[in-house]
């Protein structure tokens, strides 16, 4: 039966793209039009909400994140369910499977003691609407104020160390989100006193979040992709447990990076770095990442530009020796220094 509703579609399909080629562009245009009419008219009959202002096209810019957001007819400010996901650093799908995902670590967290005032359920029902300039597609949501929520029980989560270690990143995010809202909030209640709101540019709250996240996400955002390692490992065929990405990196992987990487970014770089993000005497490590002292304008984009090309020079080399000829050759080192350390072992 499967199979002979599949045969049915199938003819179907090919039907309709055999009128579609027959069509004018007038016709197939009146037609898609048509199609939209009756996606809304369905949704109607469904009771679903409807979007009035707000696109994907316009979404709301943290950093480099953006999550779709939309203002429906009853007057709900929603975010995409998608966006608020990526917007605490959750990969994965979205749909009713993202929501799953970020209700189960929810409920792992109430299940530890930390009160999340019932937010597990809610988040395990996204509700769907039909999204403005979409031609009737739906989307999945959430009412706008989920989002403070659930950055504040991920952070209240932390305080009282329930965290495992690899959600520690969801915190650290959730803690800029958190500031950057609450700064953003006081301007537009003060813009709203005194009537400021009717003279400030469309998007200048949009500028100030953006400005004030970009420079503290830099503080902590990962840099260097996992990817990026997973290539070395391979070329200094050292066993790598794609089960465990965590795995301790060996030693000699901090000077292997500040060779491949500080080292040719550009002239004196390495030495400043090492200067303004010393060792510290006490516990052997510095006390913070060296891409955290680059430049958001020019230091962070021609870093990001240089590990691509590594990446990419990774994955033509089958082994480290010729790994190494191709960087020398592509990317030469920007020191006096020897191009490689000696590191056979």
Request: charged fraction near 30%; aromatic fraction near 6%.
């Amino acid at each position: 039966m499967a199979s002979e509703d599949r045969q049915k579609k199938s003819k179907q399909s090919r039907g309709g793209e055999a009128r579609a080629k027959k069509m004018t562009a007038a016709e197939r245009s009146k037609s898609a039009s048509q199609a939209s009419k009756a996606r809304w008219a369905g949704h109607r009959r469904e009771g679903l909400p409807h979007a009035i202002l707000g696109s994907e096209d316009r979404p709301l810019r943290i950093g480099e994140i953006e999550i779709p957001c939309y203002v429906l007819e009853d007057g709900r400010r929603v975010l995409s369910q998608r966006g608020i996901k990526t917007s605490i650093g959750m990969s994965g799908s979205g749909g009713s499977t993202g929501a799953h995902r970020m209700a189960r670590f929810v409920a792992s967290i109430e299940a530890k003691g930390v009160d999340t005032k019932g937010l597990a359920a809610s988040i395990n029902r996204p509700f769907r609407f039909v999204a403005t300039g979409a031609g009737g597609a739906t989307a999945f949501g959430y009412e706008a104020t989920v989002l403070p929520e659930l950055c504040n029980v991920i952070l209240e989560a932390r305080r009282s160390g329930k965290l495992l270690k690899r959600q520690a990143h969801f915190a650290d995010r959730c803690e800029v989100l958190v500031r950057g809202l609450a700064n953003v909030g006081i301007i537009a209640l003060v813009d709203e006193a005194t009537g400021y709101q009717e003279h400030r540019t469309q998007n200048a709250l949009a500028e100030i979040l953006e400005a004030f996240i970009a420079d503290e996400l830099q503080k902590w955002v990962p840099t260097f992709p996992a990817k990026f390692y997973r290539g070395l490992f391979r070329l200094w065929k050292i066993p790598f447990d794609p089960k465990n990405p965590s795995l301790r990196r060996p030693q000699f992987f901090g000077v292997l990076t500040n060779d491949l990487v500080y080292d040719r970014l550009a002239p004196g770089v390495r030495r400043e770095l090492q200067r303004l993000n010393p060792v510290r005497k006490e516990t052997g490590r510095r006390a913070r990442k060296h891409h955290q002292y680059l430049t958001r304008d020019m230091g962070h984009p021609a870093l990001k530009a240089h590990i691509t090309a590594l990446m990419a020079l990774q994955d033509v080399s089958d082994t480290k020796a010729q790994f190494r000829e191709l960087v020398d050759k592509a990317l030469p080192k920007r020191t006096e220094l020897p191009l490689f350390p000696d590191l056979e072992e």
